[in-house]
């Protein structure tokens, strides 16, 4: 069997390929990066993220996964999960506690598979090392050593890594939300009030998470010293699948070592099952790296707002879904690295990035058909910058407004798995709205701020040409370039900004 498994985990080809995929979500994805000193990128890794999203006749499985020291966990986990949850372990007569019992058991027997594959390669290390002289670096072992130094930092490279995982699972019209590590599960639904809520599902598994601390105490682990620490053999998270290190050595690691059990574990925390009945809106899975670059860039207060307000957008303009989460990650990717280039308060934070993958799952969440453009009349507004934040060092603040496709305002939600009761759009209604963000002294909504409006308004109708072909422009400038020029002059015709 762990023969098998290992065959499993480096094959190219996988059972899952045969799998439906689901057609009512889309996945976009970019390659981690850093910059150099003339804004350029590099790839600094291969890609270590993946991701599932199938459809069966019984329920919807999708996943996100967000490895690390290589991709070999990620994706043993995303393989053996699916076997786990879709060879008839789920049906709809099970109850909440029997979904969350399966869940529970499928990330412990995945993580027991993925060690069976690597243990003949941690024997063989474990043998070598016996061989060598103890206390001697690698660097000053005798030449007669050389041969087994170099077999024993293949076998490292081969035994270590490790993953955190997102998965959500529809079953029977209910939400089922398992997270293990620093993935995040969002939810933005339209309320009956016709208020679009966003809500956090779960919370990140770091030392900033007052239950993870309470959970490590228990052991007997200082919680002042992990606070301390924050970051455990090289990774922020305090649950992760795989990485043997933390597993079967956490006491040799001196913040861990005093603990009376395993610290850092694979059982994932498990939301639901929340209802979708009468539900419109849609489920964002983002990994780690997408959630990170965007707080890098606009700071960590309004991330969640701005992704989803990211994925309206973009709702609004793209007929497909894939169109829609791909465009979603560019956004991100450009706003870090025009966060980078501006040498401003942000820069620091954004010289590099990790891979980054949004899954997007509408639910009764209708698309754009993809006809309408600004100069036809429709609602569709650019997105890209600014963004009000309230990390902004700029004086000069512009207040964007932002069209959704789904009646009503945005509001902060609570970082609860509350129960999800809400209703349906009338058919036949015009689904827009604006973003308005609860926390910050910045809001977004359909008027601009200062004494004039950001957005020309204009009728259904589409605006028609003058003589010389041309529309009337739907964004007036004025104010900013009058704003500019009053901020950046230092003296009589200099920063002059805008048409002359």
């Known amino acids: 069997m762990a023969a098998q498994r290992r065959t499993l985990m480096h094959s190219h080809q996988s059972w899952t390929d045969d799998l439906p995929l689901c057609q009512l979500c889309g996945v976009g994805a970019a390659p981690n990066c850093v910059y150099g000193p003339d804004g350029k990128s590099t790839q600094s890794h291969p890609n270590e993220d993946c991701h599932f999203r199938f459809s069966t006749d019984c329920c919807f499985l999708y996943g996100v996964f967000n490895g690390y020291d290589g991709s070999r966990v990620a994706n043993f986990v995303s393989q053996c999960l699916t076997?786990?949850?879709?060879?008839?372990?789920?049906?709809?007569?099970?109850?909440?506690?029997d979904i969350r019992r399966i869940l529970t058991q499928a990330f412990d027997?995945?993580?027991?598979?993925?060690?069976?594959?690597?243990?003949?390669?941690?024997?063989?290390?474990?043998?070598?090392?016996?061989?060598?002289?103890?206390?001697?670096?690698?660097?000053?072992?005798?030449?007669?050593?050389?041969?087994?130094?170099?077999?024993?930092?293949?076998?490292?490279?081969?035994?270590?890594?490790?993953?955190?995982?997102?998965?959500?699972?529809?079953?029977?019209?209910k939400l089922y939300i398992a997270n293990v590590g620093t993935n995040r599960a969002l939810l933005c639904k339209c309320t009956p009030d016709r208020q679009n809520q966003v809500i956090q599902i779960g919370r990140a598994h770091t030392?900033?998470?007052?239950?993870?601390?309470?959970?490590?105490?228990?052991?007997?682990?200082?919680?002042?010293?992990?606070?301390?620490?924050?970051?455990?053999?090289?990774?922020?998270?305090?649950?992760?699948?795989?990485?043997?290190?933390?597993?079967?050595?956490?006491?040799?690691?001196?913040?861990?070592?005093?603990?009376?059990?395993?610290?850092?574990?694979?059982?994932?925390?498990?939301?639901?099952?929340?209802?979708?009945?009468?539900?419109?809106?849609f489920l964002l899975l983002m990994s780690e790296g997408l959630i990170r670059a965007l707080e890098a860039a606009h700071g960590p207060d309004q991330a969640n707002q701005e992704m989803v307000a990211m994925v309206a957008a973009e709702l609004a303009q793209q007929s497909s879904l894939e169109a829609v989460a791909q465009s979603v990650v560019e956004r991100v990717k450009r706003l870090h690295h025009d966060a980078y280039a501006s040498g401003r308060q942000r820069a620091p934070h954004c010289s590099r990035h990790e891979d980054m993958t949004l899954l997007i799952r509408t639910i009764n969440y209708p698309l754009s058909d993809g006809s309408l453009t600004p100069t036809q009349g429709g609602?569709?507004?650019?997105?890209?910058?600014?963004?009000?934040?309230?990390?902004?060092?700029?004086?000069?603040?512009?207040?964007?407004?932002?069209?959704?496709?789904?009646?009503?305002?945005?509001?902060?939600?609570?970082?609860?798995?509350?129960?999800?009761?809400?209703?349906?759009?009338?058919?036949?209604?015009?689904?827009?709205?604006?973003?308005?963000?609860?926390?910050?002294?910045?809001?977004?909504?359909?008027?601009?701020?200062?004494?004039?409006?950001?957005?020309?308004?204009?009728?259904?109708?589409?605006?028609?040409?003058?003589?010389?072909?041309?529309?009337?422009?739907?964004?007036?400038?004025?104010?900013?370039?009058?704003?500019w020029g009053t901020e950046h002059s230092e003296g009589p015709g200099q920063g002059v900004l805008g048409p002359q």
């Open 83 to 97: 076997a786990e949850l879709l060879l008839g372990q789920l049906n709809s007569t099970h109850s909440d506690t």
């Open 109 to 173: 027997v995945v993580e027991k598979s993925y060690f069976e594959t690597i243990d003949d390669a941690l024997a063989e290390k474990a043998n070598l090392q016996a061989q060598l002289p103890e206390g001697v670096p690698f660097h000053q072992l005798p030449s007669q050593f050389h041969k087994i130094a170099e077999r024993l930092k293949a076998l490292e490279q081969e035994v270590s890594g490790g993953a955190t995982a997102v998965v959500a699972l529809i079953l029977s019209n």
């Open 207 to 281: 030392t900033d998470n007052e239950e993870e601390l309470a959970r490590l105490t228990q052991l007997g682990l200082d919680p002042a010293r992990l606070r301390q620490t924050g970051l455990i053999a090289g990774q922020s998270s305090l649950r992760r699948i795989g990485d043997y290190k933390v597993k079967f050595s956490y006491t040799d690691i001196d913040v861990l070592s005093a603990a009376k059990s395993k610290p850092i574990i694979a059982e994932p925390e498990i939301h639901g099952g929340q209802t979708l009945e009468g539900v419109t809106g």
């Open 379 to 483: 609602r569709i507004y650019p997105v890209s910058v600014p963004y009000s934040n309230s990390q902004s060092t700029s004086k000069t603040s512009v207040t964007l407004s932002l069209v959704m496709p789904c009646q009503g305002t945005l509001t902060n939600g609570t970082n609860t798995a509350s129960t999800l009761e809400g209703g349906t759009p009338t058919p036949g209604q015009s689904p827009t709205a604006t973003l308005q963000s609860t926390n910050t002294q910045t809001q977004s909504s359909s008027s601009s701020s200062g004494d004039g409006s950001l957005f020309r308004q204009r009728g259904s109708q589409a605006a028609q040409p003058d003589e010389t072909g041309r529309v009337p422009p739907y964004v007036d400038f004025t104010q900013f370039y009058r704003m």
